[in-house]
């Protein structure tokens, strides 16, 4: 498995270098660094859309592996661009240039549809119980992500499934994750219960 330093090495997988396989045995790559196994679930970004929100959302799968599995089966019919284990390894499934299947129908607090269009959704491998933690490690590399999106592209907001997805309540993740942790990336960052619901 070939495996990249995250800090000089991100702003070259976003484009599409060193896809590697999915690896057997398992290991994760580890903190901070990012493998690219490329997801079949995934399609063209339409005309016309720039890439400016991020949605944020928990796996409820419980491993990184097992997540990069389930993102491998066509049948699921499920992909994020960057899967971030809690230990701070990175998987990317899918270039960020391409649309990836995390959103769902979902609307956006611009009350933009089609949200896989125009975002780049990052999963965290979390059970969304309430109780499993966002640990710092995961938070690190997730904010190293963000560095790079913003820039690469006119990321103007970050989001959460829970705060996209339509209708409201069909999906709650990421539960629990501490935003105040992103504030220092000074986006807009919309969470909870949109206004337009309460
Ligand atoms: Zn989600």
């Known amino acids: 498995m070939t495996s990249f330093l995250i800090c000089s090495s991100l702003a ?3 484009q599409g270098d060193g896809k590697s396989p999915m690896p057997s045995p398992w290991k994760n790559p580890g903190y901070m660094k990012l493998v690219w196994i490329q997801s079949p679930n995934f399609g063209v970004r339409p005309d016309g859309y720039e890439i400016d929100t991020v949605v944020i959302h928990s796996t409820v799968i419980p491993t990184l592996e097992k997540t ?5 089966r066509v049948a699921s019919q499920v992909s994020s661009h960057f899967t971030i ?21 979902s609307t956006d607090h611009f009350g933009r549809q089609n949200v896989n ?5 990052i999963e965290l491998v979390n059970l969304n119980d309430g109780k499993d933690p966002y640990p710092q490690a995961q938070i690190d590399a997730l904010h190293a992500i963000l560095v790079v999106l913003k820039r690469r ?6 989001t959460s499934h829970e705060y996209i997805a339509k209708p409201f ?3 709650n993740d990421p539960t629990i994750f501490p ?9 807009p960052m919309y969470f909870g219960k949109p206004e337009n619901e309460k």
């Open 85 to 105: 284990g809690q230990d701070g390894s990175i998987v990317q499934n899918v270039s960020t240039f391409d649309r990836a299947w995390h959103a769902g129908v």
């Open 117 to 121: 269009h125009f975002s780049v959704g």
């Open 179 to 187: 935003w105040e942790k992103l504030k220092d990336l000074g986006l």
């Open 68 to 72: 990069t599995e389930a993102f491998q």
């Open 12 to 14: 070259i997988m976003l």
């Open 169 to 171: 309540g069909r999906k």
């Open 153 to 158: 592209f006119p990321i103007k907001q970050l």
